[in-house]
């Protein structure tokens, strides 16, 4: 089973449902699923095999989570708080490599021919396929690719398989079990296992996920401030 | 008779279930969904096909269902009027087991 089958089910039973959402803009499940899709295409037609995330939680994070599946490449979201020469050394294990960045992480960074920059807003821009795409039935295949802090030496690489993905979903998560208003707002970021699984439960849940306010590089001090 | 392999999408000939294999014994299993084999991939159900009267229980999405020896598990990705069926038995939906004493 691919995770892209959790998405289908909730646009299938809930399509105009806010799966997602900035505090700005929403995204229905039928909205996400298209913008997948548009996304999944987009991804394939760049010849990358990686599909990276260089930025804070926003509408971009699932929809690069589930257009990854859809164009079938592994998902390598990279944790945005490392040193300039840390990032551009991840960058690299995962050339070539379609790398989705707000600005202000990518900016300063000096990046190599393989890799693909698109920036957040953009990404989110794609028409959708004239043909709907599916995800692979493999469930062998690589979902996830999360990278370690490296406080050992170098970040390791931990993959996660669609099987492993959905196995923990369908285990831990009941169906639709979330109320139309009910939300979660997610403080974790993007690059972080639970921002992973963040995303997959409220998408299985048909809940809503709201990517916190959060923007600067203190995140969790940030944080507690806002919400003191 | 089908050979299910997780992963495997089939649907229903005579309603709108549609499931996906999470787990499979080896060898064919007759998989059925309303009182008629379900079909995989691209296959096109007959026409005049209907849910059997005493296989109308239907199906439930997001449900996992089961055998009583819990060798096969189906996940309902899309709801129908059907029951489900596997060599005979009927399948019902998967709960949650007591987790055993811990002293």
Known sequence: ?228 | MTVLKPGLKLKSAVCDTQLIVIRAPGGDIDLRCGGAAMLAGDAVAPPDAAVASDQAGGTLVGKRYTDAAEKIELLCTKAGKGSLMADGEALAIKTAKALPSSD
């Open chain 1, 1 to 228: 089973m691919n995770i892209v089958t959790l998405l289908e089910m909730a646009a299938e039973v809930f399509p105009d449902r806010i799966a997602v959402t900035d505090g700005a803009r929403t995204l229905s499940y039928a909205g996400l699923l298209q913008a997948a899709q548009a996304a999944g295409q987009a991804i394939r037609a760049s010849g990358a095999g990686y599909v990276s995330l260089l930025d804070i939680g926003s509408l971009a994070a699932p929809v690069a989570l589930y257009g990854a599946a859809y164009a079938r490449l592994p998902y390598a979201p990279l944790n945005y708080r490392l040193a300039k020469a840390e990032i551009e050394a991840l960058i690299e294990r995962v050339t070539p490599a379609y790398l989705i960045a707000g600005s202000e992480f990518s900016d300063p960074l000096t990046l190599g021919d393989g890799v693909s920059l698109i920036g957040r807003e953009a990404f989110l821009t794609f028409d959708p396929p004239a043909e709907p795409l599916s995800g692979s039935d493999e469930p062998r295949d690589v979902a996830v690719q999360l990278f370690t802090s490296g406080t050992t030496g170098q970040p390791k690489a931990a993959i996660l398989r669609h099987g492993n993905l959905t196995a923990y979903i369908l285990g831990a998560v009941e169906f639709g079990s979330a109320e139309e208003d009910e939300a979660t707002l997610v403080s974790v970021p993007p690059y972080h296992i639970a921002g992973i699984s963040a995303v997959l439960s409220s998408t299985y849940a048909g809940g809503a996920w709201c990517c916190s306010a959060i923007s600067s590089r203190r995140a969790g001090s940030n944080w507690r401030r806002r919400s003191a």
